[in-house]
């Protein structure tokens, strides 16, 4: 299984979670690849990072799945013009799956991948970025504009994965 994504995947270590939790319920260990790179999108993935895909892999064998997670706010319509470091680009994030989904399958030789879209979560309450990315009267509370972060990101994701026949979120 091929992991790509960013702190999201790599603070609580969910590649390895999931390998515990596959072997608990007695399957073999699940090999894992893992080079998410915290902070940054899969289409920074795409351009500094596709090594992994056939270096992370044993001789001889080929990736059953690819899972993608992307930058949290990526798939999201904040504004680019107003916020260029937390850049809302969803038709990025959509070309953006389809494209690592792609290299992975030919670069790695892996022609049956099954790509996994891993959905985000928006950010907390207790983000003080919110207000901004989301401001009233339409937003008139925390709670009302990490909901409208959520259904972005939920609607985007659906996107992404109708585009590449993903199997799951």
């Known amino acids: 299984i091929l992991w790509y994504g960013d702190s999201f ?3 609580v270590q969910v590649p390895y979670i999931f390998q515990d939790v596959a072997v608990a319920a007695g399957k073999a260990s699940p090999f894992i690849g893992n080079p998410s790179v915290d902070g940054e999108t899969l289409q920074w993935e795409i351009a500094n990072n596709e090594g992994p895909i ?3 892999l044993p001789a001889g064998q ?14 999201t319509n904040i504004s680019p013009t107003l916020f260029p470091s937390q850049l809302g680009n969803p038709a990025q994030f959509i ?10 399958k030919t670069k790695s030789n892996s022609p049956n991948v099954t790509p996994i879209l891993m959905e985000t979560c928006s950010r907390s309450l207790s983000n003080s970025s919110l207000s901004s990315w989301y401001p009233s009267p339409t ?5 009302s504009r990490a909901t409208e972060m959520q259904t972005e990101l939920h609607n985007y994701y659906n ?7 993903s199997v799951a979120q």
Request: aromatic share 12%; no cysteine; hydrophobic share 25%.
């Open 62 to 75: 080929t990736w059953n799945y690819l899972v993608e997670q992307e930058y949290s706010t990526r798939p």
């Open 95 to 104: 070309s953006d799956t389809k494209t690592l989904y792609n290299d992975v």
């Open 54 to 56: 056939t270096t992370d």
């Open 159 to 165: 996107q992404a994965q109708a585009n590449i026949g």
């Open 9 to 11: 995947i790599n603070t």
């Open 139 to 143: 937003y008139p509370t925390q709670l």
